[in-house]
């Protein structure tokens, strides 16, 4: 098992949004960065954990947990012409886009902010913390279990 971080807008795409979502389970559509994909694609498994990352914020935090239900598959959403993600030289045979099926866990009953991870020695290597904009990113089993004991997740 791996553990990453994804990064979303709650305004577009929430914690809340994804607990609401039927079986709390929400594809996640939209990647459109290479290095990023190609986490989506080759990387992150069934089974993996999830931090999920509330940026552009006043306060950007981790706010919960999700496990990966389904691995990287190709992303419709970029065949779709009228939608937000559509990239014209996607097609079926050769998607350029993948995304990942993932599963509401648990919320953390504290968010733990940017402000805080950054004043931690032991997450210092987080790409979160050298400013790294990719919206998917690993997260070592230390990091994982620092940013958790902070964070309390409710059961």
Do not use: C
Request: zero cysteines.
């Amino acid at each position: 098992m791996a553990y990453w971080l994804f990064k979303t807008e709650p305004s577009a795409f929430s914690l809340e949004d994804l607990k609401s979502r039927p079986n709390q389970t929400e594809h996640w559509d939209g990647v459109r960065n290479y290095q990023a994909r190609n986490f989506l694609r080759d990387a992150v498994a069934l089974g993996d954990l999830v931090f999920i990352y509330h940026s552009n914020i006043a306060q950007p935090a981790v706010v919960g947990i999700a496990e990966v239900v389904r691995a990287g598959y190709p992303d419709h959403t970029a065949l779709n012409p009228q939608g937000d993600h559509f990239d014209p030289k996607a097609t079926p045979q050769n998607p350029i886009w993948y995304m990942v099926d993932v599963r509401y866990r648990q919320a953390l009953a504290t968010p733990v902010t940017l402000e805080q991870i950054k004043q931690i020695p032991q997450l210092s290597d987080m790409p979160l913390v050298k400013r790294s904009r990719l919206s998917i990113q690993p997260v070592t089993p230390q990091q994982w279990e620092t940013i958790l004991r902070l964070g309390s997740p409710v059961p």
